[in-house]
């Protein structure tokens, strides 16, 4: 009798299991990686991606220039260019 009824507690326990595996787990794992995405852009506001945008729209961003339009210092290092044949 004692066999039987650890059989049966241990095939529970696996169908219980196997269910909660099927059925919770990814709905768990789904919130959770939401919830810590959610509190990783919070942190870090400037790694957000961009908000996905419809097929054909345009926009058109706006660069600051000097007053006199010259190209500012710190944009980068000018690099000489040899042609090397």
């Known amino acids: 009798?004692?066999?039987i009824r650890f059989l049966l507690i241990a095939i529970?326990?696996?169908l219980i299991?196997?269910?909660l595996a099927r059925f919770v787990l990814p709905w768990f794992?789904?919130?959770s990686l939401k919830r810590f995405q959610t509190k990783f852009?919070?942190?870090?506001?400037h790694i957000r991606p961009d908000v996905p945008k419809k097929e054909g729209e345009v926009t058109i961003k706006k660069v600051s220039h000097d007053k006199?339009?010259?190209i500012p210092d710190d944009l980068g290092d000018y690099v000489d260019y040899e042609d090397v044949k």
């Open 1 to 3: 009798m004692g066999l």
């Open 68 to 70: 006199d339009g010259k």
């Open 41 to 45: 852009y919070e942190q870090n506001p």
């Open 12 to 14: 529970s326990f696996y």
């Open 29 to 31: 794992v789904k919130y």
């Open 17 to 19: 299991f196997k269910v």
